[in-house]
């Protein structure tokens, strides 16, 4: 379990990837996405681009129990 975590995707804040959003986040207005390794991106106004495409810029990064997960914003 924790060499699954170690080889999982980091990132900073600043640093961007593209991510296809697939679900409602829980928080207004979010979508969230996946990066091929599991690791999720909560993506602020991300709500209503389901099922598309976006270039999301990391804003933070949490690390809890099962793993990371990314929030960001959506780049032009």
Known sequence: YEMANILKTTAV??????VKIVQRGKGANQG???LPDG???VVEQGELL????VKVNI????????GRIFFGKITQ
């Open 39 to 41: 690791t999720m991106i």
């Open 50 to 53: 389901l099922d598309k495409t």
């Open 59 to 66: 804003s933070r990064v949490i690390q809890t129990d099962a």
């Open 32 to 34: 969230v996405g996946y």
């Open 13 to 18: 804040p600043g640093e961007e990837f593209f």
